[in-house]
C-alpha cells in the first residue's frame, strides 16, 4: 500500500512542475473570450441582418 501512494506522490510532484494546466486555463479563456466576441457580434448586428433580409425578401416577392 506505501509504495502505491509514494508512486501516486512521485508521479504528482513530476506532472505539477509542468505548465501544461496553466495552458489550458489560458486557451480555455482565450476560447471563452471569442465565444462571448462573436455571440455579441451575432446580437448587435442581428437588427441590420434583418432588415436587409426583409427588404431582399420584399424585392424578390414583388
Known amino acids: 500500500m506505501t509504495?502505491?501512494?509514494d508512486f501516486i506522490?512521485?508521479?504528482m510532484q513530476?506532472?505539477?512542475?509542468?505548465e501544461r494546466g496553466?495552458?489550458?486555463v489560458e486557451y480555455a479563456l482565450l476560447v471563452a473570450l471569442i465565444?462571448?466576441?462573436c455571440i455579441g457580434a451575432v446580437t448587435f448586428l442581428a437588427n441590420g441582418?434583418?432588415?436587409t433580409f426583409s427588404?431582399?425578401?420584399?424585392s424578390l416577392g414583388a
Open 14 to 18: 513530476a506532472h505539477a512542475k509542468t
Open 3 to 5: 509504495t502505491q501512494i
Open 49 to 51: 441582418t434583418k432588415s
Open 35 to 37: 465565444a462571448v466576441v
Open 9 to 11: 506522490k512521485a508521479w
Open 55 to 58: 427588404s431582399a425578401g420584399t
Open 22 to 24: 496553466a495552458s489550458l
